[in-house]
C-alpha cells in the first residue's frame, strides 16, 4: 500500500494507520508522531517545531519537506507506506507529487477519513496516547481505554494527554484543517486519487481500503 491517510485533527488516521500496517507490513510515517519525538528528544527540530504544535498551528512547510524527503527514501519504505498527517497543505502535496515522480513511486490513493465535528471534539478531549517516542500508541478514555489507568499497555511509560489538546489549541487545529489541509480534497479528488469514507468506525475504513485495492 501506498497511501496518504487525510481527514481532520481527531479523524482516527492514526488509529487506521496502526491497523492497516498490521495488513502487509506498510510502514506508517506519523510527521507529527516525528515531530513530538525530536520535541521530546529537546532536537534542533524539536526546538522550532514546538511553538508551533503546542499553539495548534502547522510547523513550515520547508521544515516537513526536508524531513519527508529522506523519510521515504529509507529502505522499509520500499514495502509500501502510509502517510499520516502528511501531505497537510497545497504546497506540500505539490513537492510531494514531484518527489514522488523523481524517486519513481506511483501512490495507489488519499483516503478521506470523513467524521462528524461533534465525534471529534470528543475524541481529542478523552484521547490518550504514549508519551514514549518509540511507541506512541493511542488510547481513548471511552473507547479503547488502557488496560491501567494512565499506562501505556505495550511498553509501561505513561498514556498522557498530549500538549496540543487544550480546548484553545483544539480549536484552533481544526481551523487551520479547514484552512490549509482541507483543499486537499479537491487536490486529490482531481488528480483521481481520493477515496472518500464517511465513516466513524475504523473497520468500515479498512473495510473500503481493502475493497478499493482488492486486498
Ligand atoms: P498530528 O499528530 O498529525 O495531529 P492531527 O492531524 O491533529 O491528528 P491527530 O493525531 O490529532 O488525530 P488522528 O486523526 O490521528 O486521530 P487518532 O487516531 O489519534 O499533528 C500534530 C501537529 O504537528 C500539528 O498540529 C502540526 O503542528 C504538526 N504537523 C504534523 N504534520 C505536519 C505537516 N505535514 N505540516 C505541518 N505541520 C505538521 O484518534 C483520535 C482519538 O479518537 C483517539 O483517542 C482514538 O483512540 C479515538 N478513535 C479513533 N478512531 C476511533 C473510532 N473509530 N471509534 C472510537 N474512537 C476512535
Known amino acids: ?128 496516547t504514549c508519551e514514549n517516542p518509540d511507541c506512541q500508541a493511542i488510547y481513548n478514555v471511552k473507547s479503547n481505554p488502557p488496560k491501567v489507568e494512565g499506562i501505556c499497555d505495550k511498553c509501561g511509560a505513561r498514556a498522557i494527554q498530549r500538549e496540543d489538546e487544550t480546548e484553545e489549541a483544539i480549536s484552533h487545529r481544526l481551523a487551520t484543517y479547514n484552512e490549509k489541509t482541507a483543499p486537499l480534497i479537491g487536490f486529490y479528488k482531481k488528480a483521481g486519487l481520493l477515496l472518500s469514507v464517511p465513516a466513524t468506525s475504523s473497520d468500515a475504513v479498512i473495510a473500503a481500503v481493502k475493497e478499493k485495492l482488492s486486498l
Open 1 to 128: 500500500m501506498k497511501l496518504i491517510l487525510l481527514g481532520a485533527p481527531g479523524a482516527g488516521k492514526g488509529t487506521v494507520a496502526k491497523l492497516l500496517t498490521a495488513i502487509d507490513g506498510s510502514v506508517q510515517i506519523s510527521t507529527g508522531d516525528i515531530l513530538r519525538g525530536a520535541v521530546t528528544a529537546g532536537t534542533d527540530l524539536g526546538k522550532e517545531a514546538e511553538g508551533y504544535m503546542s499553539r495548534g498551528d502547522l510547523v513550515p512547510d520547508s521544515l516537513i519537506m526536508g524531513i519527508m524527503e529522506s523519510r521515504l527514501q529509507e529502505p522499509d519504505c520500499a514495502n509500501g507506506f502510509l502517510l499520516d498527517g502528511f501531505p497537510r497543505t497545497i504546497p506540500q502535496a505539490e513537492e510531494l507529487t514531484a518527489l514522488l515522480e523523481k524517486l519513481g513511486i506511483k501512490l495507489d490513493m488519499a483516503v478521506e477519513i470523513d467524521v462528524p465535528k461533534d465525534i471529534i471534539l470528543d475524541r481529542l478531549c478523552t484521547r490518550r
